[in-house]
């Protein structure tokens, strides 16, 4: 860690709190802009949560024009950045807010980007000194990916079937809406999926060999948050002081992990959840146990401070501390039950034959080199073979 050249890339006004959807227009009118594309999870356009009618009145109080664009499912593809691209070309948009999932954000961000640099190639986003895109404002609805704070965006390829994940200081929006109010209609399920996503990326940004004093402090405090409010709200999701608490969270991790990098766990995680269609947050929660055990004595110290924010007794020795953080995560895999929804997803012959091909995807994507022990193609093929071992036990 070089502790004397930090940074620390970030939006600009990060807005959090109940109802603070209705500061919407103050965004808009701040960027000058009078004709938003807003694009927006299809669940949310529809009966019962009709968040659309919602954000279309707040923004035409204002005498703000807006579309909405919700026709996608799935994880985001370059299919759906360009049928956005034309309807929002017709709109003539000049800003772009984008509200949901992880899926709406990453979406809204390729559009900010492309709807503005036409020609620019996929390939190109990373070594450009400066992106030239719409005013992006993001608004999740769930507490995971932390993207409304993230410089990247994972765009699926339809030609190649792999996941893109380019990285820029421009891609950060230029502000974000924390509305924990959002986040109520968020399924049991995808609550754990999105929040295991979320103490991930703090956990990976805090033992990344890319982690400053600064991320360091946001990857503690989410890891705290998370420890505290995600058992509350997988039991009770109408507890709006612990999805609050969440939604901050996810936004400190997001920012951890944007300046230190995610790791192994998202490298392999990329891979899995692109074979088999998983939802992201669960694909990386069924490999992040694996990730630590291999990564634990290369980074005893950090996963013992870890297991501390996550409530274990500093008492013990720091070897039994590393162990603990480990065992933490299996349990919340237990709990919320990753394990069993992992089955559903996964085939487990397919997995077993596609292991050595998911081991090289993984190693062409972000996060292998900053895992403190850098890991070769055999060692994640061991990880995956001790996924599928643990699948095979939860199937008997």
Same mark, same amino acid.
Request: hydrophobic share 40%; net charge negative; proline share 4%.
């Given at each position: 860690?070089? *502790? ?53 009145? *707040? ?38 807010? +984008?509200?949901? +999932? ?41 507490? +995971? ?57 703090? *956990? ?43 939604? *901050?969270?996810?936004? @400190? ?40 055990? @291999? ?97 095979? @036990?939860? @199937?008997?």
């Amino acid at each position: 860690m070089d *502790i004397h050249m930090e940074r620390l890339d970030l939006p600009s006004l990060i807005h959090a709190g109940r109802g603070s959807i209705n500061q919407l227009p103050e965004f808009v009118l701040s960027t000058g802009g009078s004709r938003v594309f807003v694009l927006m999870d299809s669940f949310l356009a529809r009966a019962p949560v009709s968040l659309d009618e919602k954000v279309k009145s *707040i923004l035409k109080k204002a005498n703000i024009e807006s579309v909405i664009f919700s026709s996608y499912s799935g994880e985001p593809t370059t299919e759906h950045v360009n049928a956005a691209l034309e309807i929002m070309k017709d709109f003539k948009a000049d800003c772009v807010v +984008g509200i949901g +999932g992880g899926s709406a954000m990453d979406l809204s961000k390729a559009v900010s980007l492309f709807g503005k640099s036409q020609n620019l190639k996929w390939v190109e986003i990373a070594n450009k000194p400066f992106l030239d895109r719409f005013p992006l404002l993001l608004v999740p609805t769930t507490a +995971g990916t932390g993207s409304e704070a993230t410089k990247v965006m994972v765009i699926t390829n339809t030609d190649s079937n792999l996941k893109m994940n380019p990285g820029h200081k421009d891609l950060i929006p230029d502000a974000a809406i924390l509305d924990p109010e959002l986040t109520l209609s968020l399924p049991r399920t995808f609550t754990a999926y999105t929040g295991l996503d979320a103490l991930t990326h703090a *956990i990976e940004a805090y033992v990344s060999t890319r982690a400053t004093r600064m991320t360091d402090f946001f990857a503690l405090e989410a890891i705290r948050m998370i420890g505290k409010s995600l058992p509350t709200i997988y039991e009770n999701g109408e507890n709006l002081e612990a999805r609050e608490n969440m939604s *901050i969270a996810s936004c @400190y991790a997001g920012i951890a992990f944007s300046n230190a990098s995610t790791n192994l766990a998202h490298a392999a995680g990329r891979s899995l959840g692109a074979r088999f269609h998983i939802p992201h947050g669960l694909s990386v929660a069924l490999l992040l146990p694996f990730v630590m055990e @291999y990564s634990l004595e290369s980074s005893e110290k950090r996963f013992a401070e870890v297991a501390i924010a996550l409530g274990a007794s500093p008492s013990l020795s720091q070897k039994e501390l590393a162990e603990q953080s480990l065992n933490l995560m299996h349990e919340y895999n237990n709990q919320f039950n990753i394990w069993t929804d992992g089955q559903k997803f996964i085939n487990l012959e397919d997995l077993k034959k596609d292991i050595p091909i998911l081991s090289r995807d993984a190693l062409s994507g972000n996060g292998i080199l900053t895992n403190r022990k850098v890991p070769a193609f055999e060692d994640i093929c061991q990880i995956l073979e001790l996924l599928a071992n643990k699948l095979s @036990y939860v @199937y008997s």
